[in-house]
T-cell receptor, first 116, second 113 residues
Framework: DTEVTQTPKHLVMGMTNKKSLKCEQH?????MYWYKQKAKKPPELMFV???????INESVPSRFSPECPNSSLLNLHLHALQPEDSALYLC???????????????FGPGTRLTVL | AQSVSQHNHHVILSEAASLELGCNYS??????LFWYVQYPGQHLQLLLK??????LVKGIKGFEAEFIKSKFSFNLRKPSVQWSDTAEYFC???????????FGDGTTLTVKP
């Protein structure tokens, strides 16, 4: 299984809602990532988890709260978002967060988020 | 800090034309190099990757790329494009020490039938 799955595929939420994005992989990878991608732009790294601990937070606003309950799951909790947070949110995983060759990232299909 | 530069923002070609998309990066350490494609409304798909060894790598759908270390370049090529190649193409560099990936701004390829 070389797949990263993400749910839901689409999400529409108001600025006062609380919602969560979910990501799952069963490749035994110990690093998982959240990226944000606006239309026609490259993915921007938000968070990196290594061995279920947050290792990188790219100065992301606190209205985005990541969680890694176990080595296969990664969540992104959303609260009080703004319309400009509307984007495609991509999850990725790799064998390890740092070091070594042959350490490619596998990307999920993304969740397309619209904030009204 | 590493950076990735894709020189062509938008490329328009006719079917059967040859394609070359430029990618240059700046980083002094060891890197892994990738090209991804994103078709309209779809997710990122890996086209090809370079880790080590033969600098000419072949990917899916007839794409290839050549790593030229002295030029810090990893250009993507295809001898004959098809209408279905219309998509956004991203070059990415992954620092093998810190593990961070940096993407270029992307090139929009439009192939006219």
């Amino acid at each position: 299984d070389t797949e990263v799955t993400q749910t839901p595929k689409h999400l529409v939420m108001g600025m006062t809602n609380k919602k969560s994005l979910k990501c799952e992989q069963h490749m035994g990878h110990r690093a998982m990532y959240w990226y944000k991608q606006k239309a026609k732009k490259p993915p921007e790294l938000m968070f990196v988890y290594s061995y279920e601990k947050l290792s990188i937070n790219e100065s992301v606003p606190s209205r985005f709260s990541p969680e890694c309950p176990n080595s296969s799951l990664l969540n992104l909790h959303l609260h009080a978002l703004q319309p400009e947070d509307s984007a495609l949110y991509l999850c990725a995983s790799s064998q390890a967060a740092s070091g070594g060759l042959f350490n490619e990232q596998f990307f999920g299909p993304g969740t397309r988020l619209t904030v009204l | 800090a590493q950076s990735v530069s894709q020189h062509n923002h938008h490329v328009i070609l006719s079917e059967a034309a040859s394609l070359e998309l430029g990618c240059n990066y700046s980083y002094g350490g060891t890197v892994n190099l990738f090209w991804y494609v994103q078709y309209p409304g779809q997710h990122l798909q890996l086209l090809l990757k370079y880790f080590s060894g033969d600098p000419l790598v072949k990917g899916i759908k007839g794409f290839e790329a050549e790593f030229i270390k002295s030029k810090f370049s990893f250009n993507l090529r295809k001898p004959s494009v098809q209408w279905s190649d219309t998509a956004e193409y991203f070059c990415a560099v992954r620092d093998t020490n810190a593990g961070k990936s940096t993407f270029g701004d992307g090139t929009t390829l439009t192939v006219k039938p």
